[in-house]
C-alpha cells in the first residue's frame, strides 16, 4: 500500500488517492442575480424551541463586503461518531470514523472498516497531517507525516486545515472580505484566495452555510463543491449532520475531469467545553 492510500484511508471523507469516474466538464456553477436587496442579521444562536433565528434587518447590496453574519456554531471540543460512503468507478464503499476536534487547532480520526476494526488514525493540526494505518499486504502498521504543501502538490488542489475543518463542521472555510449578491433564495458571498475563487452559499432564512464551491481559474480549472445537509438543532446551535465533498480534477494524461464524491453522515455529535484527548502514538 503506497502512501497516497494509506492517506486515504485515514481521511478518505475529504481527499483520495483512488480512481475517479469521468464526469462532464462542462457542468456549470449556479447562475447569479448581482441586485440590491434587503437581507437580515441573525444572531448567532437559534432560537431552540422552535429552530427559528431571530434577525435584525440591515440593508447591503453587492459592493458591499462584510455585512452578512453567517449563522455558525460556537465550541470548544467537538466529539462524533460518523459514517462516510466513497463512491468511485460506479460503486459505493463505507468506512466508520470516530472524530474529535479543537476548533481550529486540532483534528483527529479513527478509520474503521468492517470486521478489521481500526485501519488508520490520523492526527491533523494547522499546517501538517500525521498518519498510521495499517498495510494491507504486511498487516504493519506504517506512519507517515505530509504538510499541506506536499498535500496540495500531490492532489492538485490547494488544501488546508480550514477545508477540512469546513466539511466536518459546515464552517465557512475562508474568513475574507467578499462580495455581497442575492441568488434563488441566497446569499452568494464571492471570493479570491490567490487564483481559487471561492462561492459560499447562505441560506436567505437561517443564515446557514449551505454550499461552498472552490475553482481553481488557471491552468487546471479544478473544482471543489462542499454541500451541507440535514441541519438539526444542537446546543442551540443549527448543525449539518450530513455533508458531501465533490473534487473534478482533469487529469494531466487525457486532459479529462474526473470525479471523486465523499458523504459524510454523523450519527452522535458533541459539543464540548472540557479538554479532549487525541492519542496518537507511532514509535
Known sequence: MNKSSLFFLAITFFFTACKRQQINQSASLLSTDSVEVSIVNPLIMADSANGSTPVIPVKVN??????????????????????????????????????????DSIIWL???????????????????????????????????????????????????????????????????????????????????????????YVGEVDRKLKKVMLQDELPTKHKMTLDFEDFTTLNQYLFPYSSVLTLDVQSPDDQKFYQTLIELKHTKVELLEQPLEFPFKYQ
Request: aromatic content about 12%; proline content about 1%.
Open 62 to 103: 453587492e459592493y458591499e463586503e462584510d455585512k452578512l453574519n453567517i449563522n455558525e456554531i460556537d465550541f470548544k471540543y467537538l466529539k462524533a461518531k460518523s459514517k462516510i460512503a466513497i463512491v468511485k468507478d460506479g460503486k459505493t464503499d463505507n468506512v466508520g470514523a470516530n472524530i474529535r476536534m479543537k476548533k
Open 110 to 200: 479513527s478509520i474503521s472498516y468492517g470486521v478489521f476494526g481500526e485501519v488508520a488514525r490520523a492526527l491533523i493540526t494547522t499546517d501538517s497531517a500525521f498518519i498510521f494505518a495499517t498495510n494491507q499486504k504486511t498487516l504493519k502498521r506504517e506512519y507517515h507525516k505530509y504538510s499541506f504543501a506536499e498535500l496540495s502538490q500531490e492532489y492538485n488542489f490547494g488544501l488546508n486545515f480550514n477545508i477540512i475543518q469546513s466539511a466536518i463542521i459546515g464552517s465557512q472555510p475562508i474568513k475574507k472580505k467578499y462580495k455581497l449578491s442575492k441568488d434563488k433564495g441566497f446569499f452568494l458571498l464571492k471570493q479570491k484566495e490567490g487564483r481559487v475563487s471561492i462561492d459560499n
